[in-house]
């Protein structure tokens, strides 16, 4: 079983920063591949950010110049840096891990 808690989210104005943070536990011996997806209201869930264990990233032309995932092995923590954030980044963002296990979700809110 493995478990993932994130933590982070909340209101901010537009412009504002916010960083999300995901640790995994439970039976995990090294995390694999960690990504951060949101999904807003009436909207499909997308991929915001994908790192690699080794650190490659990629990310949604949306927020690419504006967030940064980072990741620590160590830990299996993965966090999400989001700046000059924008009311259209308002969404339930998930961390999804090995491409197999997924948070509970944690809500970003953008106030115009």
């Known amino acids: 079983q493995v478990q993932l808690v994130e933590s982070g989210g909340g209101l901010v104005q537009a412009g504002g920063s916010l960083r999300l943070s995901c640790a995994a536990s439970g039976s995990i011996f090294s995390a694999g591949a960690m990504a951060w997806y949101r999904q807003a209201p009436g909207k499909q869930r997308e991929l915001v950010a994908h790192i690699t264990r080794s650190g490659t990233t990629t990310y949604s032309d949306s927020v690419k110049g504006r967030f940064t995932i980072s990741r620590d092995n160590a830990k299996n923590t993965v966090w999400l840096q989001m700046n000059s954030l924008k009311p259209e980044d308002t969404a339930v963002y998930y961390c999804?891990?090995?491409?197999?296990?997924w948070g509970q979700g944690t809500q970003v809110t953008v106030s115009s």
């Open positions: 999804f891990l090995d491409a197999t296990y």
